[in-house]
């Protein structure tokens, strides 16, 4: 069976500092990753997908980069955090597109002080 | 651009009332897909409808697709406290067909 591991689950960080957020997929290859971002527990919103490695399309413009540098590996990262960065930052994957359900990774909770 | 709207973003009842929430989308979908986010948890995947009008059912849950593809509703019958969190829509965008998200509808229920 497919398992969706993200790390890590909480993370309080300076404003300026740099930000690196690993997930990794088991149990498929090639799967759609994505990076979802959800401020004040509410709505979901996309920040990254990819459909293969060293793809990468990025949504919203933001001060976030991410990168696959491996077929199960998503990473999302950021050279300089500011306050607005805080949020509860998820990871997901998907056999392709929206014809298939999302799984979620527990997310990682950011916050920026 | 294409959204995805939901109503009510708050609900709350009593153990044993039902619940529906309801999910607007501003254009046709191929599909949509339902999720359950738990407090402090993350979306956990229900079901996803296809064909107009569809109907589906899990226990005391019911999942419509209307028949124009563009809005759908869930309802819980009998709710229970371990149906609280928060219940999200989603539909596919864009020519990837990734998923938007509605903002979702919390739901408490009062034991």
């Known amino acids: 069976s497919q398992t969706i591991h993200q790390w890590p689950a909480t993370l309080v960080q300076p404003v300026g500092s740099p930000l690196s957020l690993e997930c990794t997929v088991e149990g498929t290859s090639n799967p759609n990753l994505y990076w979802y971002r959800q401020a004040a527990g509410r709505g979901l919103q996309l920040l990254f997908y990819?459909?293969?490695?060293?793809?990468i399309s990025s949504e919203v413009p933001q001060n976030l980069s991410a990168s696959r540098p491996q077929d199960r590996q998503f990473i999302l990262s950021s050279k300089k955090l500011l306050l607005s960065d805080s949020g509860f930052y998820l990871c997901a994957w998907s056999f392709g597109g929206s014809l298939y359900g999302y799984t979620f990774g527990s997310g990682t909770r950011l916050t920026v002080v | 651009g294409q959204q995805v709207m939901q109503i009510p973003q708050y609900q709350h009842v009593q153990e044993g009332e039902d619940f529906t929430t309801y999910c607007n989308s501003s254009?046709?979908?191929?599909?949509i897909q339902w999720y359950k986010q738990r407090p402090g948890g993350h979306p956990v995947f229900l079901i996803q409808l296809v064909k107009s009008g569809e109907v589906k059912k899990q226990k005391r849950l019911t999942f419509q697709f209307g028949e124009a593809k563009k809005n759908s509703s869930l309802h819980i019958t009998a709710t229970q406290t371990t149906d609280v969190g928060t219940y999200f829509c989603?539909?596919?965008?864009?020519?990837?067909?990734?998923?938007?998200f509605g903002k979702g509808t919390k739901l408490s229920v009062k034991p």
């Open positions: 989603a539909g596919p965008t864009g020519s990837q067909g990734n998923l938007i």
């Open positions: 254009t046709t979908l191929s599909n």
């Open positions: 990819s459909i293969g490695i060293g793809q």
